[in-house]
């Protein structure tokens, strides 16, 4: 996890906190929602066509406690800019594609990319840096 901010004490600082990032990556084709980054337990290994090795159709709910959200989508933690691109160029493969007469890899469907990211305050710091009784 990345850290940033400044030190604790110093007029007008801000407590350092931790970074976690992940990302969801979704496909909506003809009006079902796969998830581009779920690894299939049964993968064969000779298949090319990665599309037709998607988990079932994910549906979209929504409660209380997590608002609106994809049930069951696969969240990748990354901790690069690198293992992220990777990440998202598997999914790429996974997207329904076809050739048409002006484009040979022409994209059947819309994508959602979803990151997450998680921020909390470094171990020890002080969080109320905003003025306060201190």
Known sequence: AAAAG???GEAGA???RTFEFALSYVELYNEDLLDLLHEND???GGEEDTAMTQ???LLVREDAERGVHIQ???EVSVTSYAHA?????AGEKRRHVAATQL??????SHTILKLIIISRPVEGEDEDCYGGAG
């Not at 484009?103 to 059947?108: E, G, I, L, T, V």
């Open 72 to 74: 069951g989508v696969t």
């Open 6 to 8: 400044a030190a604790a």
């Open 14 to 16: 801000v407590p350092r």
């Open 85 to 89: 691109a990777r990440a998202l160029a």
């Open 55 to 57: 988990s079932k159709p």
């Open 42 to 44: 049964n993968q064969s």
């Open 103 to 108: 484009n040979r890899y022409s994209s059947r």
